[in-house]
């Protein structure tokens, strides 16, 4: 098992491009399953969850090409409907299998996702939507079995708006008989992404970047291209390196509409930010961290998947500031760690409570989930002395390459490959 050594205090200055974004990737791919032939999916980031994606698409058949970020999937000989465990169980996401195979070949067998590092992430949103397109759903021996005719559209109401059951019952309704219309769905920027990638093939729908989605059911889809959007998560984090070690920064390529809620927060805190389209640099022109409160919200909240990374950030900010998570409510497990590197943060519930401290200093720490080891590689750089971040397979599973983007910014992290646990 990998793991990085940072020595801290480094302060960050230059310029990186950011990749494309996990979430959408993840959620592009298995949409290939709905034609018969080849989709080509640009600006595709270079990281293990999209490498386990891969692999299911493979054993069910899909084949796959990727060089220079171009992923080129081939649906065109689906030999099976069924995701098995080994695969579902290293990334919950591979569950958007089920909405494309079973309106496509009528049949899916998928394993049931389970529970995450830091709690349940339940699916029943999924489930109850395709029931009501007319999906008959089993649960057997940790598998949902799925079987259809021909789906029919439906009016499916999400109780919570959930990124995850948009996507599935979306990719599920491009194909189905009729009109779906989805309340409340995820207006997540990979949502759109997805969406504008099914219009491509030919689906309709309409409310796209709207909490009302209406999908008009078509017999057939065609194959299409489409660019990944950039990674809102992979530019918030590297902004907060910028932000934590007082340095001057430029990402490149990010979507800076689709960062409102951070860049907003950064601000607040004292950076001074230089916005322009697809690009934004940050001075961190003040030597303290003004503290900011944040609570996080589906989009264009402030995300969940910044919320670590915010924590790390405000351990060394000038007074106490709270960090709320609305989306997960015990996603948390980078706070012990953060405490070891000297971070003052008590968690209550939902929240944490930050007392910002002067200084933070190296020590080992374990990475636990993929947005708890970004805060941990911040803290790190951030931090007097030498930190070890330990088991970063987490964090490859989601940022492509960050230490070499680290190093670019003049980060003294080096990667230590086949270490200790
Ligand atoms: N929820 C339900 N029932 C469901 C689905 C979701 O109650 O059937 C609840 C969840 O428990 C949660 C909320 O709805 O409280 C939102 O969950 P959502 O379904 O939106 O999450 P997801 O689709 O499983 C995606 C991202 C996550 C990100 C969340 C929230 C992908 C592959 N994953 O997960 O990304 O945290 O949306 O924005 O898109 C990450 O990248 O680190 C990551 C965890």
């Known amino acids: 098992m990998d793991k990085f050594v940072i020595r801290g ?86 569950v958007y299998v089920l909405g494309p195979l079973i309106t496509k070949y009528g049949t899916a067998r998928v394993s049931l996702p389970g529970g995450c590092a830091w709690g349940p992430r ?63 769905a995820a207006l997540e920027p990979e949502i759109s992404n997805l969406a504008e990638f099914l219009i491509k093939m030919g689906a309709r729908i309409n409310g796209i970047n709207t909490s009302t989605l209406e999908i008009e059911g078509v017999d057939e889809l065609h194959t299409a291209e489409i660019d990944t959007i950039p990674d809102r998560i992979e530019a918030g984090t590297i902004l907060i390196a910028g932000a934590l070690t007082h340095g001057n920064i430029t990402i490149k390529n990010i979507s800076n509409q689709h960062m409102n809620s951070v860049l907003s927060k950064l601000e607040d805190s004292g950076c001074n930010l230089n916005i322009n389209n697809g690009l934004v640099s940050l001075g961190a022109a003040y030597n303290s961290i003004k503290s900011s409160d944040i609570t996080t919200a589906i989009y264009p909240g402030f995300p969940t998947d910044m919320q670590a990374q915010w924590t790390a950030y405000m351990a060394l900010a000038e007074g106490t500031s709270t960090v709320t998570d609305t989306i997960y409510l015990d996603r948390f497990k980078h706070v012990p760690e953060l405490v070891r590197l000297g971070a003052n943060i008590t968690v209550n519930e939902n929240s944490a409570v930050i007392k910002g401290v002067k200084k933070l200093t190296g020590a080992k720490v374990m990475s636990t989930d993929l947005r708890a080891s970004a805060s941990l590689v911040l803290a790190g750089l951030a931090a007097e002395g030498t930190t070890e971040v330990l088991r970063v397979y987490h964090l490859d599973r989601g940022y492509q390459k960050i230490e070499k983007k680290l190093l670019a910014l003049g980060a003294d992290i080096e990667r230590v490959e086949g270490s200790e646990y």
Do not use: C, W
């Not at 171009?70 to 990334?91: C, F, G, R, T």
């Not at 649960?139 to 990124?163: M, P, Q, T």
């Open 9 to 94: 205090g480094k302060k960050l200055s230059g310029q990186v491009e950011i990749s494309g974004a996990k979430n959408a990737s993840l959620a592009l791919m298995p949409a290939s399953l709905l034609v018969s032939g080849n989709s080509k999916l640009y600006n595709t980031p270079e990281l293990n969850d999209v490498y386990t994606m891969t692999k299911l698409l493979n054993h069910l058949g899909v084949k796959t090409n990727f060089e220079n970020h171009v992923l080129e999937l081939d649906s065109s000989n689906i030999i099976s409907q069924d995701a098995p465990y080994e695969h579902v169980k290293k990334m919950r996401a591979s």
């Open 122 to 184: 339940p699916i029943n949103l999924h489930l109850e939507g395709l029931k009501k397109m007319g999906a008959d759903i089993e649960l057997n021996e940790g598998y949902i079995i799925a079987k259809a005719k021909r789906l029919k559209g439906a009016r499916i109401n999400f109780d919570v708006s959930s990124v995850g059951a948009t996507g599935n019952i979306l990719m599920a309704a491009a194909l189905a008989k009729g009109t779906t219309i989805i309340n409340n």
